[in-house]
């Protein structure tokens, strides 16, 4: 039996979204519940696949299928396609499982030709129709799959307005359009050296193959990598009828909405149509569209009847949806829906509205929310202050919110290659278009002269959570000469600009920024409310002061899984550890160390304060010591030029003595760590004594202190042994003087692959485990973290070498083997044995995860990353309880158990 790579709308639903596409499902999903749609046909995602695989050739008996249900819509309809005395025109459209907005090309009217343009216009009573169908049939033909510039295009409808003396594209004649028509046909073969193809089914194989052949387009490529897609998922093609809104009689048109406002989340209706316009005209920006809440004005049959359709959408879907819709001659049609895209707000509001409607689940609520929109809402956004005293250079409308800052440049490559090269970009725009994808990946921020809240810059920047300011139209851009003006101000290439996304304002130079409240944020706080219902994986964060362990608290922090002891000897206490580093005797450091004590305990008693009633972490001195004195070379050059100049240099001398005496040839593997800790105990026993004296002090104030002691860099038991015995000591000592009993344990990093390998060993002696992956990951590798990704590592990734960099997301088939190992071999020694993760990665999705899989008490990450950590936390427990993991943090993911 044939294999089956075509399905009519009657065939599909919406489970069917992996072969059929979403844009495709969601089609026949509408047939199915009996929606008005055009019917239509879709060729799956599985023969794009198959073209790839076989060549680029069309596999084995698609085609003919292809052909079969195009004679069966044409004898439901009483058409034929190629027949020009009674055609039936499709339109071709793409459609991937994962909405991508603007990334694949849309071909309408195929199958039109000069004699068939003759019968429509008949049939219609409308030429002018009929020409302006054939004309938008060879500008898009053109660009789509010839791949001419579309530039001359509008070039030359501009130049037919003009002679004309229309205002719009409406007002454009029968002959203007046929006139249109034949000079595009003129710049076709000028560009491509071969007449335009008026062969229908020759039109519709180019179609089909030109959608295929998108999917991998640098743009599709851009945003798929941006968002992690898959490259092997493929995308459908969408056949179907043409409906016509271009009709000039005041009952046709076009029109975008949303069944939420997409910008806030608002229960609402939202969106914008234009009459007498044809597919891509609301949403390319070439016309400005008029709000939806007018054609209740204009067509009320036709508007109230969507509403209908849009609440039946809401409700049977169970999401806010995005809905695209012709009106011909005041009949309403279907063209598509789908998950709407929004800002990272709308999203968060609009998912905890939705439970409270009793639409979805609370776990569905979280399973919507992903880590990037979390990070938005986190973002910085402009200091209102300075707001009040900033003069707007522009209005536009406000497309997508948030706050950004940049230089301006006018194209996409350009904008691309400066962001690469580290420069804050804002891309300016006339409009943009799908070919400026990679340049909207790249800029802070997006501005553009023409176009609505629906248009390609708006729908895109809001999907990337990037500020955009649409339909900025006092501004006069000249790509040319590089620069845009707005009345007598001019902004050339280079210069500086700041978009407020939220208000759709313009302003020139830079505006400071501050950092967005988390306590405002209510309906943030009820998803990770629960979220946090939903998790096993407890979050801690990494925090060295008292106001970093505040702030984590109220992100909602469990607990600190590291304070790095080190960061406290910074600043102007710098010195101070100095005159140890430098001391000659015993008396000299031990005096040194005195000075710190007190200002140690001061730093642990705060963070006890902050973190009453919560464990807390608290890292040894790690580092070598020379990270504490200035570098060689700094210090030769002073030495030098200090006795050029006469000066005393005595102590840049003895700086540069010691930093040459602690030299290494590789001190990130050399004395740190538990092995400084053991050559030198006195700095550790002095921070162990503070540490103890504040637990103590803390406690008689009636804080509830948790204390857990962490040695780092331990490679084998018998350092353990040794370091750990000596500081139990010295913390008894002190509880005996203080008179009070602290809860605490003594635990270490799991960096070395030894410790890894020999942790059932090590969990004799340990109470805790915490994975340092930095470390390990170098170790694992063999590489330097700084010089890897300096010289190759992202290039490795880049290549394919590497699926991921493995600093940013843990190599789970090598580090990953290490640490489940670390966790069965400890747990087999020590049964309550407490592990957690405290490196870059307890923080990273991918990574709380795999943390999730393999038992871990804890994450412990930065803490403006805790937020994220107890949503990826929740997102663990849901793939283990079966949901999609690929579908997470998705618009319109549905509970498995109520998704059919």
């Known amino acids: 039996m044939a294999h089956k790579w075509v399905y009519a709308f009657e065939e599909g639903d919406a489970s069917m979204r992996n072969l059929l596409g979403g844009k495709g499902a969601n089609l026949a999903e509408m047939t199915r519940i009996g929606l008005p749609v055009p019917p239509g046909f879709i060729v799956t995602t599985e023969a794009c696949n198959a073209y790839y695989e076989n060549g680029n050739k069309f596999p084995e008996g698609m085609w003919d299928q292809v052909l079969e249900y195009l004679e069966a819509l044409g004898n439901k309809l009483g058409r034929k396609f190629g027949d020009d005395s009674n055609p039936l025109l499709v339109s071709v459209r793409s459609g991937a499982r994962v909405s991508m907005p603007g990334m694949m090309d849309t071909i309408l009217n195929l199958g039109l030709t000069p004699a068939g343009v003759e019968t429509m216009g008949a049939k219609f009573g409308d030429m002018r129709f009929a020409w302006d169908l054939y004309r938008r049939l060879i500008q898009m033909f053109g660009k789509v799959v010839l791949e001419v510039p579309g530039e001359p295009f509008e070039e030359i409808i501009a130049e037919i307005r003009k002679e004309e003396g229309a205002a719009t594209d409406a007002g454009i004649s029968a002959e203007g359009w046929k006139k249109c028509a034949e000079q595009f046909k003129a710049l076709v073969e000028q560009h491509t050296g071969k007449p335009f193809p008026e062969d229908p089914f020759e039109q519709l194989s180019l179609g089909v193959e030109a959608v295929f052949k998108s999917w991998n387009s640098k743009r599709a490529t851009d945003y798929r990598n941006n968002f992690g897609y898959p490259h092997d998922w493929g995308t459908a093609v969408n056949v179907q009828t043409m409906v016509y809104g271009n009709f000039a009689d005041g009952k046709s048109g076009t029109g975008v909405a949303f069944t939420r406002d997409p910008s806030t989340g608002e229960r609402k209706f939202y969106g914008e149509y234009l009459l007498n316009a044809q597919g891509e005209d609301v949403v390319s920006g070439a016309r400005t569209p008029t709000n939806v809440d007018k054609l209740a004005e204009e067509i009320p049959s036709a508007y109230q009847e969507l509403l209908q359709v849009a609440r039946t959408l809401e409700e049977h879907l169970r999401e806010m949806q995005d809905i695209e819709f012709t009106i011909e001659s005041g009949k309403l049609w279907m063209l598509q829906t789908r998950s709407g ?491 309550t044995l407490e592990v957690g993760i405290c490196g870059e990665h307890g923080g990273d999705p991918n990574s709380i995860e795999f943390c999730h899989q393999i038992g871990l008490n804890y994450v412990s990450c930065s803490p403006f990353r805790v937020p994220v950590a107890r949503l990826a936390a929740a997102h663990a427990a849901l793939i283990e309880r079966g949901w999609d993991a690929e579908r997470l943090g998705e618009l319109g993911v549905l509970d498995p158990a109520r998704a059919n």
């Open 341 to 831: 895209k929004r800002t990272a707000s709308a999203a968060v509001k609009i998912a905890v509205d939705m439970v409270n409607e009793g639409l979805i689940t609370k776990e569905e609520a979280v399973a919507r929310i992903n880590d990037d929109m979390i990070d938005q809402l986190l973002h910085p956004r402009f200091d209102p202050k300075a707001l009040e005293q900033a003069k707007p250079l522009a209005k536009g409308l406000n497309a997508s919110p948030g706050a950004a800052v940049g230089k301006v440049y006018f194209d996409a490559d350009t904008a691309e290659m400066k962001a690469k090269a580290g420069e804050p970009v804002i891309l300016v725009r006339p409009l943009t278009e799908p070919d400026d994808v990679h340049g909207m990946l790249a800029a802070r921020g997006i501005l553009t002269a023409e176009g609505g809240a629906t248009s390609h810059a708006a729908v895109v920047a809001r999907q990337l959570g990037k500020p955009c300011v649409a339909g900025a139209t006092e501004i006069s851009i000249n790509l040319q000469e590089r620069k845009f003006t707005v009345n007598s101000v001019t902004v050339n290439e280079g210069d500086v600009i700041s978009l407020n996304g939220a208000t759709g304002t313009v302003y020139l130079g830079e505006l400071p920024v501050v950092v967005p409240d988390f306590e405002e944020q209510y309906e943030l706080r009820q998803i990770l409310g629960w979220a946090d219902d939903i998790r096993r994986l407890m979050v801690w964060a990494n925090a060295d002061t008292p106001d970093q362990a505040a702030r984590a608290r109220r992100y909602g922090a469990q607990g600190i899984g590291l304070c790095r002891t080190e960061h406290m000897f910074l600043g102007e206490r710098t010195e101070i550890f100095q005159s140890y580093i430098l001391a000659d005797t015993d008396e000299e450091r031990q005096a040194a160390l005195d000075k710190m004590l007190p200002l140690q305990r001061e730093d642990f008693h705060g963070i006890f304060r902050a973190m009453d009633g919560l464990p807390v972490v608290i890292r040894l001195l790690d580092p070598p010591l020379h990270e504490f004195l200035p570098s060689r070379e700094e210090l030769m050059v002073e030495v030098a030029l200090g006795r050029e100049r006469g000066q005393d240099v005595s102590k840049q001398e003895a700086l540069l003595h010691k930093a040459n005496e602690l030299a290494e040839f590789n001190p990130m593997l050399g004395l740190r760590g538990v092995r400084l800790g053991i050559l030198m105990p006195d700095v550790n026993r002095m921070q162990v004594r503070a540490i103890f004296e504040a637990a103590c002090d803390a406690l008689a104030e009636g804080i509830d202190v948790h204390a857990e002691v962490m040695i780092p860099l331990t490679a084998h038991i018998n350092e353990l042994k040794y370091l750990q015995t000596l500081l139990e000591k010295e913390a008894q000592q002190v509880m005996a003087e203080k008179g009070r009993q602290v809860p605490y344990k003594f635990g270490t990093m799991i960096e070395i692959p030894r410790a890894a390998i020999t942790a059932g060993e090590i969990a004799t002696l340990a109470e805790f485990f915490s994975f340092g992956t930095n470390d390990l990951t170098q170790m694992t590798y063999g590489v330097s973290r700084d010089d890897a990704e300096r010289h190759f590592l992202l290039q490795y990734v880049e290549q394919g070498i590497l699926p991921k960099n493995p600093f940013q997301t843990i190599d789970r088939e090598g580090v990953g083997v290490l640490m489940q190992m670390a966790v069965e071999q400890g747990r087999k020694t020590r049964p």
